[in-house]
C-alpha cells in the first residue's frame, strides 16, 4: 500500500491520519516488522518524520509457512481459515494427538505474536474449511450470533448409492452417553439441505447446504436417507475405497461484524471425491 504525505508529521501522526482507528501499539507492531518505507527508506520509530511530498509503503509481511500441513485459505487481521486436513483433531478432545488448533496458533503467534481463538469444529476425518478468530472479543462476537452472521455452510458428501437428488431432511438430534448421535423428538431441530451432482455406479457426489449446524448433522441425516457417507462405519457406511470419510467442508461465508465485509472461504474438492465418481 503506498500513501502520499501531504503535510510534515511523525510517521505515527501520519498512519493514525489516513487509517483512523490505527492504535500507536499497532503502528509500532508495523514498524518493528520492518514493513514501514518512506521513499524507499526503511522507518523504525515511531517519531521518525515523514515530509510533504514523499510516498510512505506499507508492504505485506512475508509469514513463514514451515509446516506443509497448513494450508491457509484466507487471512486479515480478524480471522485466519486453513484446509483442515482429514484424520486431524480442530481442538483438542484430551488426548495427545497434535491438532489443527495447535498448528494455527504456531504459525499465528511466531509472525504476529498473538493466538488464536475457537469459532466452530469439524469432525476428525472431515476435511475442509476450518476458521479461527484472532481476537477473543471477535469469538465471542461470532458465536453469540453465529447464524445471524454465517450465511453459507456447504459440504461436499460422497455418500452410498445412487437417486438420491435434491431435498431437505429436518429431524431432532440427540446424543447418546457414548457420543451417538440420532434423531428424538426430545432433540434439538437439525436442517439440511442437499443436491446430487454427480453419480457414478456406486456412489454419488452431494453437495449439502446447513441451515443449522448440530454435531454430526450431515451424517445422520445421510444415513437416515439411506445413503451414508462413505467409509463412515458409525452410521451405517459398509464401504471405505478412500480409507477416509467422504465429508469436505467445502466452503463458508459470513459477515465480519466489525468491517462488514463480507468473506467467502472455499477449500477445493479432495480429488479421492472426483475419481471415486
Do not use: C
Amino acid at each position: 500500500m503506498n500513501y502520499k504525505v501531504k503535510k510534515d508529521s511523525t510517521i505515527l501522526e501520519f498512519l493514525q491520519e489516513i487509517n483512523q482507528g490505527w492504535s500507536k501499539k499497532k503502528i509500532k507492531s508495523l514498524l518493528s516488522f520492518h514493513v514501514v518505507f518512506v521513499n524507499g527508506k526503511l522507518l523504525k520509530r515511531l517519531e521518525d518524520v515523514v515530509k510533504e511530498g514523499q510516498t510512505v509503503t506499507i508492504k505485506e509481511k512475508q509469514k513463514e509457512v514451515k509446516d506443509k500441513r497448513l494450508k491457509i485459505l484466507y487471512e486479515d487481521e480478524y480471522f485466519i481459515a486453513v484446509n483442515k486436513p482429514y484424520g486431524m483433531l480442530s481442538v483438542s478432545d484430551h488426548t495427545k494427538e497434535e491438532t489443527m488448533y495447535q498448528i494455527v496458533n504456531h504459525y499465528v503467534k511466531t509472525n504476529e505474536k498473538k493466538r488464536i481463538y475457537v469459532l466452530h469444529r469439524l469432525d476428525k476425518d472431515t476435511s475442509g474449511v476450518l476458521v479461527f478468530a484472532k481476537d477473543e472479543k471477535m469469538k465471542y462476537r461470532m458465536q453469540e450470533k453465529w447464524n445471524d452472521y454465517v450465511s453459507v455452510r456447504e459440504y461436499y458428501a460422497v455418500v452410498e448409492g445412487t437417486g438420491l437428488k435434491k431435498g431437505t431432511y429436518q429431524s431432532y438430534l440427540n446424543e447418546t452417553s457414548t457420543y451417538y448421535v440420532y434423531s428424538s423428538k426430545e432433540g434439538k431441530k437439525a436442517i439440511t439441505h442437499y443436491e446430487t451432482l454427480k453419480e457414478g455406479k456406486h456412489t454419488s457426489l452431494v453437495r449439502v447446504n446447513l441451515e443449522t449446524g448440530r454435531k454430526n448433522q450431515i451424517r445422520v441425516h445421510m444415513m437416515e436417507l439411506h445413503h451414508p457417507i462413505v467409509g463412515d462405519k458409525k452410521y451405517g457406511s459398509k464401504m471405505n475405497p478412500m480409507k477416509r470419510l467422504g465429508l469436505h467442508a467445502r466452503k463458508l461465508e459470513f459477515l465480519n461484524p466489525v468491517t462488514k465485509k463480507h468473506v467467502i472461504i472455499e477449500a477445493p474438492i479432495p480429488n479421492e471425491f472426483q475419481k471415486l465418481i
